[in-house]
């Protein structure tokens, strides 16, 4: 497993844990392909009974590594991004997340498919896809006006702006806000918690509360396909040279 994705094991519960801190764990293919392994080994493993996702460092996610996205390889429906989020939407095991400081893009949408999330107090999220000329992704077009509505979702979604741990909190993308000391701990607690619960059962009633996975497989595949196609415009160009450009002022 890669360096990047650190895996471990504790009272039944996997953690895959974000580990390039130097870079706010922007995530590259490489990493986005050893934690689609590390999914795919954890709900085959019966002795893994909750995944827990956290991130090293100041930071839980600053998104997408741009730079992977500028120089790879084209689009596809076998891209690793891709197949990460599919091993998410089906995971069968429950999954938690300990969020804090930077969570932007991809940091958030994953989020969406979690079942518990704990949120530090410093964290800001932000899902500034449009702004860097390109489409949510994670079947969020779907799930995001799901949960807050469609006015607030096109707030989140079009403008793309920060906000903090309470709004998310008030929104419902997170289950409980605590001191950034706290918020790892708190996260495996709950993990630990889950991972007690009698396995048929709470893989039972999981399935119950997320119902039919095929919608949110089938927006993925739409959303990618906006998006590789953005990838190619010369919007996304401009948008990512006025960040990086921007970035490198700060």
Known sequence: MSELVLVESAAGVRELRLNRPDKRNAITFAMYEAMERALAAADADEGARAVLLS??????????????????????????????????VTLRKPLVAAV?????????????????????????????????????EAASSLLVPRLVGPQRAAELLLLGEPFDAARALALGLVNRV??????????????????????????????????????????????????????????????????LAKARAR
């Open 178 to 243: 605590v001191a950034e000391a706290s918020a790892l701990t708190e996260a495996r607690s709950l993990a630990a918690r889950l991972a007690g619960q009698p396995p048929e059962a709470l893989r039972a009633t999981r399935r119950l509360l997320r119902g039919e996975l095929a919608p949110r497989l089938a927006r993925i595949d739409a959303e990618a396909d906006i998006f590789g196609a953005q990838l190619k415009s010369a919007e996304f160009r401009n948008a990512v040279q006025a960040f």
């Open 55 to 88: 991130g090293a460092g100041p930071g839980f996610c600053a998104g997408n590594d741009l730079h992977d996205f500028i120089n790879g390889p084209s689009f596809s429906s076998s891209h690793p991004v891709l197949g990460f989020l599919r091993a998410l």
């Open 100 to 136: 804090h400081g930077q969570t932007v893009g991809i940091g958030v949408t994953m989020l969406l498919h979690c079942d518990l999330v704990v949120a530090a107090d410093t964290t800001r999220f932000s899902m500034p896809f449009v702004s860097l000329g390109l489409v949510p």
